[in-house]
């Protein structure tokens, strides 16, 4: 089973709740996302692997610890999740960054991907898909069956806000993909949206109703 981790850091809280606060407008919004993307990057980078680097200090000779060049793409789900690439690649500029863009299927209510494009070496790379809410889970396990039938294999998911559905359903779909969340809240209700929450994440991003 895959792990869920929720990054309970005091500064990814104190932003969060001004995210959420229906007081909060666009600029500011989008700034804390921003914000909150870097220090949740900062979390799931953890495990990257390290390498050994001999080096010289105005001191003396030393072997010092480099990043050994791991691959790394970052997938937002199109829309609400271009909101948090910015702020990763601060802390990891040499990533790639690939899209997908899902609508859901007025009859079935199923997501259906309308766009992907993704870095040319899939199968190499560890891929971090970005969506600021995991609500019922449909968009984030679309967006990782997309990536695994185009030969990704080393995927985790990140969001701010998870409803325990979503986590649930993410984790039944697809037990090999860690899921790091900086809240996880109570319900979905009955429009599917995620409560507490923090309401409609695009239209709070992009000042749109
Ligand atoms: N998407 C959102 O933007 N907000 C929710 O609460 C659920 C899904």
């Known amino acids: 089973m895959s792990k869920v981790y929720v990054f309970d850091h005091p500064l990814i809280q104190h932003k969060l709740t001004y995210i959420r606060d229906i007081n909060t407008g666009t600029k500011e919004f989008r700034e804390l996302v921003d914000e909150v993307a870097t220090l949740m990057a900062f979390e799931i980078t953890r495990d990257l692997p390290l390498e050994d680097k001999t080096i010289e200090t105005p001191?003396?000779?030393?072997t010092s610890k480099i990043l050994s060049g791991k691959k790394i793409g970052i997938v937002p789900i199109l829309r609400a999740g271009i909101g948090m690439v910015e702020g990763v690649l601060k802390l990891i500029p040499a990533a790639k960054v690939g899209h997908?863009?899902?609508y859901r299927d007025p009859e079935t209510l199923e997501p259906v991907e309308y766009y992907a494009k993704l870095p040319a070496d899939v199968a190499e790379r560890e891929f971090i898909v970005v969506d600021p809410m995991l609500a019922t889970g449909g968009s984030a396990i679309e967006a990782i069956n997309s990536l695994k039938k185009r030969g990704a294999v080393n995927i985790k998911f990140m969001c701010?806000?998870?409803?325990p559905e979503g986590v649930q359903a993410l984790q039944d779909a697809h037990n090999d993909v860690d899921v790091y969340i900086a809240a996880l809240d109570d319900k979905l209700d009955e429009h599917g949206y995620i409560v507490p929450g923090l309401g409609d994440a695009g239209d709070r991003l992009f000042g749109t109703k």
């Open 59 to 62: 001191v003396t000779k030393m």
């Open 100 to 102: 997908i863009g899902l």
């Open 160 to 163: 701010l806000i998870a409803a």
